[in-house]
């Protein structure tokens, strides 16, 4: 396991003072409030660089995925790095190109692209879009040729393989909605070979998320190269295969292969091939990058369970409710006075409105908790439930701390919203 699929040696006690890099936590909260995102510049540096070293014998390009995290900073970061970019929106799309992203540097993936998203990203000349249906091949046709424009495309196929993920977020079973049936693809290509406004240029998959094991990941590549053969037969060829996203990190006790591991199981199922290599990473980009700070608002002691009452909740970190997820909570301040059993929640009115169950800590009112592992899909997926305002976000580099986005006032909240006459 390598130093960014585990807790990020960029976040660690200092004299009893939690700190990322080189600023105690206590300090943000001080100046930037709480609930707050906290992300590491140079954790998330070293992430990407590592996977950059890890592939640098193969042609490859890295795409990072937005939704784990789509802050423009983070964008900005990764562009800079030579990051591309898998967006599954036209929002997405914006985002990227908003914080300087290379058009060319884009892969469109999702199920479900209206043709206005098309067009945008026809206009912005993106490298690919990863059609997940005959529907869609269709749809991209028509839009592209009312254009007077060739889109390049992939197809994004299923290659029924068990990623052995929590079932939300495992995507290359036959069962689930995405991509095209195995047995469907060469049709498919066929069809798209005699579609005058499109292009083959990729073949793709995705299995899933939060993988901990390098098997599935081997098995997807194999059908994949399986069918890329079968294709050459008839001529049709590619210029890249994108292996998706799906590496985990640790949250908890996992061990997940590390960046180096993972890319050499990749470089070694494509042994002999030319084609680039694309992966789509989010969460090991980012997830133990980042931290959300947050304040103990009450201790309260019921009759079965302690509770440590905090003012983040689940709309500003959802995946403990959402997937039963375990994050990692962390005093901000280490303290040695006896340990309690902590229900740890926030104060939205929902049971499932929690961060972590049974949590041993010495703690006290007003204290200050880190969730760790929080970078990825933890601001992305956040919410303005029970009219709560979203977090700010705060990136470090060294001993400098910056905004990065703003926290939401409740003005903002309902500035779009009419009383209706
Ligand atoms: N590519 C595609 C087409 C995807 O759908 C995803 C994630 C990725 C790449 C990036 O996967 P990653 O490397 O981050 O595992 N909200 C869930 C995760 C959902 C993932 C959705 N797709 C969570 O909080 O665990």
Known sequence: MSEHTKYSNCFKYQDSQLCVENIPLENIAQRFGTPCYVYSHQALSNAYRQFEVALQSREHLICYAVKANSNLAILNLLAKLGAGFDIVSAGELQRVLAAGGAANKIVFS????????????????????????????????????????????????????????????????????????????????????????????????????????????????????????????????FEHLDLGGGLGIQYQDEVPPSIVDYAQALIGAMHGRTEKIIVEPGRVLVGNAGVLLTKVEYLKHGEEKHFAIVDAAMNDLMRPALYDAYHHIQPVHKNTGNKQTYEIVGPICETGDFL??????????????????????????????????????????????????????????????????
């Open 110 to 237: 999702g199920v479900g692209k209206t043709a206005d998203e098309m067009k945008l990203a026809l206009q912005a000349d993106i490298l690919c879009f990863n059609v997940e249906s005959s529907a869609e091949l269709e749809r991209l046709n028509e839009v592209a040729k009312k254009m007077g424009k060739v889109a390049p495309i992939s197809l994004r196929v299923n290659p029924d393989v068990d990623a052995k993920t929590h079932p939300y977020i495992s995507t290359g079973l036959k069962q689930n909605k995405f991509g095209v049936a195995y047995t469907e693809a060469l049709a498919l290509y066929r069809k798209a070979q005699t579609s005058k406004n499109l292009r083959i240029v990729g073949m793709d998959c995705h299995i899933g998320s939060q993988l901990t094991d390098l098997a599935p990941f081997i098995a997807a590549t194999e059908k994949m190269l399986a069918l890329v053969d079968m294709l050459a037969q008839e001529d049709i060829r």
């Open 356 to 421: 972590g169950n049974a949590r041993s800590l010495s703690i006290t009112q007003g204290d200050l908790l880190a969730i760790m592992s929080a970078g990825a899909y933890g601001m992305s997926m956040s919410s303005n439930y029970n009219s709560r305002p979203r977090a700010a976000e705060v990136m470090v580099s060294g001993d400098v701390a910056q905004v990065i986005r703003e926290r939401e006032t409740v003005a903002q909240l309902f500035s779009g919203e009419k009383i209706f006459v």
